[in-house]
């Protein structure tokens, strides 16, 4: 039986101007003191510019219609579906700034359904 080691799922979400400042903000400190971005959030940026931040899971909680993240601020969900499936592990937001904007997902370790001793 084979297992994916991790799936990575894209977030419909809401773009609030708080939310954008809360992202500029974050950026700003990262670029003056990199050592000021709260412990669990990673900030990054490519060569052509395109900044991202990698959320482990102690600095985000997912509730329904909403996330939180520690230092940025809540991001809208629209929609009921949950985000993982249930007994998932290792999750992680990344947080994308790419040309067409903000691109939200989740990267998380499905959880492993063993059959054993089944006759």
Request: aromatic letters at 6%; charged letters at 25%.
């Amino acid at each position: 039986m084979s297992h994916a080691k991790s799936r990575e799922v894209v977030l419909a979400i809401t773009v609030t101007a708080d939310l954008v400042k809360g992202l500029d903000a974050m950026r700003d400190a990262w670029r003056r003191d990199p050592h000021s971005v709260p412990r669990g959030l990673t900030c990054s940026e490519s060569k052509e510019g395109h900044f991202a931040i990698v959320a482990a899971e102690s600095v985000f909680t997912v509730i329904p219609g909403a996330c939180v993240i520690k230092g940025i601020g809540a991001v809208e969900l629209p929609g009921s579906e949950p985000v993982f499936e249930p007994g998932a592990s290792s999750k992680t937001l990344l947080l994308r700034d790419t040309p067409e904007g903000w691109r939200f997902s989740v990267k998380y370790v499905p959880p492993i359904v063993r059959e054993r001793n089944t006759r």
